[in-house]
């Protein structure tokens, strides 16, 4: 699953709360915290000298290195975008302010429907292909009872080939010419050769093909924890009940995977509406830009254009798109991840 | 749980979506020439140093450095990798880490110095004697509303390059480049056919496919955008371009003669011609060199001749490469770093002692000595330069014969100026198009980039 394309961005931070609440959802023990500190009869005003007493300047301490780290890192760049996208500037002479024009210049680009569309197409794909795959390997995995860390180990394996190398490697595999791998192999039974990446309508599947292999391993993982996590006594109250194998898939493991699910496909959405390293490095937007992303669009306005106001326009507005599609996404599915 | 996961995807979203990060210092250099004095301590950093795979060229890299130090000790000279990279050009500038002297390539200069992204450096060109000798047609490139942004320090027309060796396999004659689009596709066609390497091979990505279809439309007799000023307009749609398109259409599903891969990166391209999987391609006439240093082709496989020229053909699209001054260098960085693009590529025009030392180390070196290029200086300077390092020339000039003829016959065609780049980019798309399915209505494909275009120039 092309959580991968979150790797360039700050993910870091991303991916360090997803673990964090994936270890908090998956932990079955009741976590009705017990109130430890809240044990003081009245609630005493917070002095200053009480607020030292109370390990004040300590906490201070620990938390400024993470305020500059965020601030800097993330936080101020995120602010100086948001003022960019109101500007025009050639970063040397100080900028204009130049309104909404660049949001304007934006909306006029006849590319940027094109790019939706080929983001969308993308994402469903990337969903319809790379969903599917790490729940079932991670269903597989869980069901063995020898070599079980092996496979967990062989499944993790691509996430460990720095992306651009990966999609090199694949950009070979999928060759035009009989010498590719895939041609190869294809040629000795007598078909092909296909154009995988020069064809308009297979360009966009083989990329997500290949965005799902390099993501799979890190999901499987999760899910697997997940899995892992289930008491074996549900599935035996389950089996006494008469449950066979799909009903227990049914009624016991998809419930109890939920959060999971949920939250994985979440950031599954949010990675893969920003998809840019594979059709950068594969095809560069082509053929006849149907693989051009909103994220190769807003690469091009800055770093091909030098057009910085528009490229900060276009990373607001898809920003405001993700967040929207993340409050509806949680909205429509707040039912079925509470219960 | 679930407000948290809000929050935290909200901010993860903001975060990711935000990966433009830009924190510029407006910090302008004062680039008076007057203010400048040659004799105080600068610091400049030069880029273009060769990697250590490319050992050969770094070895005489350094050397030139050296030399230039010893020349004007006042100078510090620092040296970066960096080379004429569009992307990181930006982020560069935005950081405030553009190296003092930089090459970029013609096909870039213009929309530069649109930007304001380069210094202007008309003053110092004027007061200096080399400098002021430049070769009038290629330092046009380089102005704007009559100031000069750059120094032009190579410069090549479009070509279309061959191998002889599989010319010769396939009976052809490797001293004849193509004379006509006609031949061009005859031998394009044979190669095919009696070696089972395409026989013609463009890029297509990046915008290289838009500038060679540019390059053929000239050739076949039309510009790309007409007009000047306020009143710019796109001609895609001309009768050239179509022919140009017509051309390529031909090569790959009539002759079968381009090979499968229809998404090629310039440096796909360069690769394959180099290794032999190509009979021809169509690029800048600068190739040789890459060629023989880091693709190991065989000098003497190595063949070149013009862009076929139409009945109405107006002449070959220009490129080189232009040293420009970073529009943050102080007066003494400016004066510094000219100092510098003197010494490594025009000095030697000069300066007779230089020009055998410099032939004697690459030759030691094994780096190519006299590539035929358009002259930077006057036609005068470069025939007594190639007299001075005459024993030490190691190119098979005389396979440049027909190339370096059309120097003097070619008009060297400037290329589209508003909106270069947004041009080539629409036409990468439609080259692709052509390449890759085999029944691509031309004419309404060009009428689609032609709306598409016109509409970035007006925005502009």
């Given at each position: 699953m092309p959580l991968r394309s979150l790797k360039h961005l700050p993910a870091t931070a991303a991916r360090g709360s997803t673990d964090q609440q994936i270890a908090a959802s998956a932990?079955?023990?009741?976590?009705?915290?017990?109130?430890?500190?809240?044990?003081?009869?009245r609630r005493r005003r917070m002095t200053p000298a009480l607020w030292v007493r109370r390990g004040g300047i300590s906490t201070l301490l620990f938390f400024v290195p993470l305020l500059f780290c965020f601030g800097y890192f993330a936080w101020w760049p995120i602010v100086r975008s948001l003022v960019l996208s109101f500007q025009q500037t050639n970063l040397v002479t100080p900028a204009t302010w130049v309104g909404l024009e660049n949001f304007h210049r934006v909306l006029a680009d006849p590319l940027l429907l094109t790019a939706t569309l080929n983001t969308l197409w993308f994402t469903v794909l990337a969903v319809i292909i790379g969903f599917p795959v790490p729940v079932l390997l991670a269903t597989a995995i869980a069901e063995m009872r020898r070599w079980r860390q092996v496979a967990s180990v062989l499944a993790y394996i691509p996430t460990i080939i720095p992306p651009v190398v990966a999609v090199l490697l694949w950009k070979m595999f999928y060759d035009p010419s009989e010498n590719g791998l895939f041609n190869a192999v294809l040629h000795s039974v007598g078909a092909g050769p296909f154009g995988w990446l020069q064809n308009p309508l297979s360009a966009m599947p083989s990329i997500v093909v290949q965005a799902t292999w390099a993501g799979f391993g890190q999901t499987t993982i999760i899910y697997l924890a997940a899995l892992m996590s289930i008491s074996p006594e549900l599935y035996e109250a389950a089996e006494v009940d008469g449950a066979g194998i799909l009903r227990r898939a049914w009624h016991v493991t998809l419930p109890q995977l939920r959060g999971v699910i949920l939250l994985m496909l979440l950031l599954q959405l949010i990675g893969t509406l920003q998809v840019f390293t594979e059709p950068f490095v594969m095809?560069?937007?082509?053929p006849e830009n149907r693989t051009t992303t909103l994220l190769m669009l807003i690469y091009r306005y800055a770093f091909v254009s030098g057009d910085y106001g528009r490229a900060t326009a276009l990373s607001l507005l898809l920003a405001v798109a993700l967040c929207l599609v993340s409050a509806v996404y949680l909205w429509a599915t707040r039912k079925w991840s509470r219960s | 749980m679930q407000r948290r996961t809000v929050l935290s995807s909200a901010v993860l979203t903001a975060t990711a979506a935000f990966g433009l990060s830009a924190c510029s210092k407006s910090k302008t250099g004062t680039q008076k020439a007057a203010d400048a004095d040659p004799k105080a301590p600068v610091t400049i950093t030069i880029s273009g140093r060769p990697t250590p795979d490319n050992a050969a060229s770094l070895k005489s890299f350094n050397a030139k450095v050296e030399a230039f130090k010893k020349k004007y000790p006042n100078v510090t000279a620092k040296t970066t990798e960096d080379k004429w990279d569009a992307q990181t050009f930006q982020a560069k500038i935005a950081a405030g880490t553009l190296p003092t002297i930089m090459g970029v390539p013609f096909t870039d200069i213009q929309s530069l110095i649109g930007r304001g992204q380069v210094a202007d450096l008309t003053d110092y060109l004027a007061k200096d004697d080399v400098l002021s000798e430049l070769n009038a047609d290629t330092s046009k490139i380089a102005k704007k509303n009559g100031k000069s942004y750059g120094v032009v320090t190579a410069a090549y027309t479009m070509a279309i390059s061959y191998n002889r060796a599989l010319y010769k396999k396939a009976g052809l004659?490797?001293?004849?480049?193509?004379?006509s689009w006609d031949d061009l596709y005859n031998n394009t066609v044979a190669i095919s056919q009696k070696t089972g390497t395409p026989g013609l091979v463009i890029a297509t990505t990046d915008n290289v496919g838009g500038w060679i279809a540019t390059t053929m439309s000239y050739g076949f007799g039309s510009l790309a955008q007409q007009g000047s000023g306020d009143s710019v307009k796109a001609t895609l749609t001309s009768d050239g371009m179509k022919q140009a398109l017509q051309f390529l259409q031909k090569v790959r599903w009539q002759g079968n003669a381009f090979g499968r891969n229809i998404l090629q990166s310039n440096d796909d391209n360069s690769k394959a011609f180099g290794a032999n999987r190509a009979g021809h391609v169509i690029n800048g006439g600068d190739l040789y060199s890459r060629m023989i240093t880091q693709f190991g082709m065989k000098p003497d496989d190595y063949g070149i001749g013009p862009i076929p020229q139409a009945d109405n053909g107006l002449g070959a699209l220009g490129g080189g490469t232009v040293q420009i001054i970073s529009p943050k260098a102080s007066a003494n960085e400016t004066l510094a770093g000219l100092n510098w693009i003197k010494f490594n590529s025009l000095q030697q025009y000069f300066d007779k002692d230089l020009a055998v030392s410099n032939a004697k180390a690459s030759v030691a070196d094994k780096l190519p000595v006299g590539v035929p290029i358009l002259p930077v200086l006057s036609d005068k300077l470069n025939e007594q330069y190639l007299g001075w390092i005459k024993e030490y020339?190691?190119?098979?000039r005389d396979h440049f014969d027909t190339y370096v003829e059309s120097f003097s016959s070619l008009p060297i065609v400037p290329e589209p100026a508003v909106k270069g780049q947004e041009t080539y980019a629409s036409l990468d798309s439609v080259v692709q198009a052509v390449l890759g399915r085999k029944n691509a209505d031309i004419a309404a494909l060009l009428e689609k980039a032609q709306k598409d275009v016109q509409g970035q120039i007006d925005a502009a």
């Open positions: 932990a079955t023990t009741p976590t009705a915290a017990p109130p430890i500190i809240a044990a003081g009869p095809t560069a937007g082509g | 004659d490797p001293d004849t480049p193509p004379g020339i190691n190119v098979p």
